[in-house]
């Protein structure tokens, strides 16, 4: 299974850091994963805290790109983070191939089985 990955910048939060107006300091995205043989898709949503302390140069709001962000992004969403967001999508992408329904126990009788919660 191959899942290819795009990514989605859903919301951005600003304030005054300094000399730096609009500073970016809370991102909101998803990483959304596609399986190349099922077509199947999983997301993970995410919020990435930013401070323009952080970074070497500063950049304007209105210069900003979707790349910077999700630039600076990517630099945060690594290593153990990463595996957890890939293996929450694959999760995702899995149900949906393989679907899991629950079912009543074989020895429950018909009157169990009308109460049970669904």
């Known amino acids: 299974m191959a899942i ?60 900003l790109t979707e790349a910077n962000v999700l630039a600076w992004i990517q630099a945060v969403v690594v290593d153990g983070y990463e595996e957890h967001v890939n293996a929450q999508i694959l999760k995702q992408i899995n149900e949906k191939i393989t679907p899991v329904s629950e079912s009543a126990m074989p020895w429950a009788t018909e009157e169990e089985t009308e109460e049970a919660p669904v």
């Open 4 to 63: 290819a990955y795009t990514w989605e910048i859903t919301s951005l939060k600003t304030k005054t850091e300094g000399s730096n107006a609009d500073a970016v300091v809370q991102t909101y995205w998803k990483k959304i994963g596609t399986d190349s043989v099922s077509s199947e898709t999983g997301e993970f949503s995410g919020a990435t805290p930013l401070s323009s302390a952080d970074v070497e140069s500063f950049t304007a709001f209105e210069d």
